[in-house]
């Protein structure tokens, strides 16, 4: 176990920089998940964590040892990863044991660890199987059992769960969460599922174009995105947005088409500045014959609750209700926005206080 | 369903058809092997002699040079089959990993050693090899044919680590094995399909070399097989019977080396290594 102190790292492939100066300070024994669209740079950095990129620039260093220069061996990180990369010609229990071997542990060690890891992750009648002869899911906790038998001083995740079918990547998300628990590894988890990244991370490093855009606890993020790109990325469906201006006598957001909506406190902005206004579709409130009339443009229904399309604002706006019985398409609704649940960013799509 | 049946048959038919062209030669050699030297002539051409004999290879084996043409031709075809492949290993390995300065100047310069008609190159090549005492021996010829086999071997063996996910020698660097040993214990072992059909077209290609023997060897103490065979050709006679049967005898090698390389040929190693 080992705390992970990132510090202004850079990554250039030739002339095209992918990391642009990353700082991330990773507490011992703490679950931490890099979260991103494709090519944010979060596979990269967690590969230079790895020791499978150069640094271009910057420090890293795992327990408050300076890793830049050390071997991937001899950083001892267990990692898992997206295409499990079992060694087709061993058996379950030779790919588990491989790192041990390596190490010239006692061969009666080497047993133990690779029994409790298989009975941890269930695999004790597959040992002797190779990996083409196992489901996906199987090998997915091969790769798995690869890491904990060693006790290293980290655990890196490079989006494990993404070629598991819907069903299975639940049922592993709630084992890794589990495992995280009784094995109080530090880890580091890279994927591009929001929904991932808000159920297994202590705290969540949301990046973008190759830049941290906010480090926090899932609920934070939530609850208090920094900027747009946060507020857009994490929650689904998608956080809405409309564009307007701030008026300061009252306190109030302008849209487009002149809708005043109450913002119920002072924000640290000037009087007609533009703003964005953001909130979720959960908060609408929808119907109650008060707010704004809302054009209902499309029907959701998704069992556990039902997603509306509607038109307000000048815009489109997205509302989701645990409600069953809801409006019918063609028919006009009326919404609300509770002040206490709006979001306000800047032009540059910082939040505003 | 008449139609299919039809289709099938001919389709198994047209099979059939290349595969006598194919393998006829073969059965000529095997059929002139066996002849005895006063049917040879007297009989026409029928497809089997009246009368089989073993002599002509009992004759080639004890009273001509050719076991000890054969002997060089192992040796020689061996080594670098041997030699080959681990250098086209190694390179093809660097090739498909690795980004290093000059990469796409040693692919063409490479590339380039493969454009040359041989013919063109035996004078200067003996005029090289000769200062350094390596005419009439079969190091010498070991050197060129490795030489000329290696740049295409290299790209043989690329295209097989190519197939082979890089994720793989990465896990297990972080299980702990230094680059070189993660080669040798974990991608290495998947390759071998690759190695043996590198180690088989290499062999093949030296087993039946003729010109760079012809003209780098003389004498029999150093010739090769196919050089030996050549011996067979009298100012006045050629003796088929004994050409062929030593004919036969060096086709065994190389069967025996399919044969034994045969079960890597057809196997996909890989499956199962990583999503599936």
Known sequence: MASIDVTAIRKNYGSIAVLHGVDLAIRDGEFVVLVGPSGCGKSTLLRMIAGLEEITAGEIQIGGMRVNDLEPKDRDIAMVFQSYALYPHMTVAGNMSYSLRLRRAAKELIAGKVASAAATLGLENLLERRPRALSGGQRQRVAMGRAIVRAPKAFLFDEPLSNLDARLRETMRGEIKRLHQSLGATSIYVTHDQIEAMTLADRIVAMNAGLVQQVGSPLDLYDRPANLFVAGFIGSPAMNMFGGTYRAADSAFVAHDNTAIPLGRAYQCADGAPVTLGIRPEHVVVGGGQGAAAPVDLVEPTGFGTILHLRALGADLKAFTLERKTAQVGETTHVTLPPERLHLFDQSGARIA | ?276
């Open chain 2, 1 to 276: 369903m008449r139609e299919r049946l039809l289709g099938t048959i001919a389709h198994r038919l047209a099979i059939l058809v290349y595969m006598a062209f194919a393998l006829f030669p073969l059965f000529w050699l095997l059929k002139v092997s066996v002849t005895p030297p006063d049917l040879l002539y007297s009989e026409g051409v029928p497809m089997w002699p009246s009368r089989a004999t073993l002599d002509n290879f009992s004759f080639v084996l004890q009273h001509t040079d050719f076991p000890k043409y054969f002997r060089n031709s192992v040796i020689v075809s061996g080594s670098t089959a041997i030699i080959v492949t681990l250098l086209a290993s190694l390179a093809g390995y660097a090739l498909s990993r690795f980004q290093f300065r000059g990469k796409p100047w040693i692919i063409v310069l490479m590339l380039l050693t493969q454009m040359f008609p041989l013919v063109m190159l035996v004078a200067p090549i003996f005029k090289m090899l000769s200062p350094l005492g390596l005419t009439n021996s079969l190091t010498g010829l070991v050197v060129v044919y490795v030489a000329f086999n290696v740049p295409f071997a290299t790209f043989l063996m690329q295209s097989f680590f190519d197939g082979i996910p890089k994720d793989l020698e990465e896990a297990a660097m972080i299980d702990g094995a230094t680059r070189f040993r993660a080669f040798r214990q974990i991608i290495l072992p998947l390759t071998l399909p690759g190695i043996a059909a590198t180690l088989g077209f290499v062999f093949t290609a030296a087993w039946s070399e003729l010109l760079f023997a012809l003209m780098l060897i003389s004498g029999a103490a150093s010739s090769t097989f196919p050089v030996g065979l050549l011996s067979f050709v009298s100012k006045f006679a050629v003796d088929f019977g004994q050409m062929m049967a030593a004919g036969v005898l060096a086709l065994i090698p190389a069967c025996l080396f399919f044969l034994l390389i045969q079960r890597y040929l057809v196997q996909g190693l890989t499956a199962g290594a990583v999503k599936g």
